[in-house]
């Protein structure tokens, strides 16, 4: 399950950094259009999102904790793995392009 999470996170920080364009938002944010240009921060912010999402939809991921504290920990260790992960696909994609 943790394998397809992560895809899920590179393929939609994909489509956000190169496929839609959100002319609206990189002309009236100079910050989200900084998070949207780096895929490391794309993929957190998306991965933290979808850590959520698997929790209402009652998903585990890694463990199933039931106090709030390490939920949220987990879920933010969780987030910068999968950012790294986006990074390092996304890099390994641009060097086989080139």
Do not use: Q
């Not at 943790?2 to 996170?9: I, R, Y």
């Not at 959100?22 to 850590?51: A, K, Y």
């Not at 709030?68 to 790294?84: M, Q």
């Amino acid at each position: 399950m943790w394998l397809l999470f992560m895809l899920a996170t590179y393929g939609l920080m994909f489509l956000f950094h190169y496929h839609w364009e959100l002319e609206f938002i990189h002309d009236n944010s100079d910050t989200l259009s900084r998070l949207l240009d780096c895929p490391f921060c794309l993929g957190f912010w998306i991965s933290w999102v979808l850590w959520f999402l698997a929790e209402a939809f009652g998903i585990v991921l890694v463990v199933k904790t039931d106090s709030l504290l390490p939920w949220l920990l987990l879920g933010f260790v969780w987030a910068f793995a999968n950012s790294a992960f986006c990074l390092i696909v996304d890099e390994i994609v641009i060097w086989m392009e080139h």
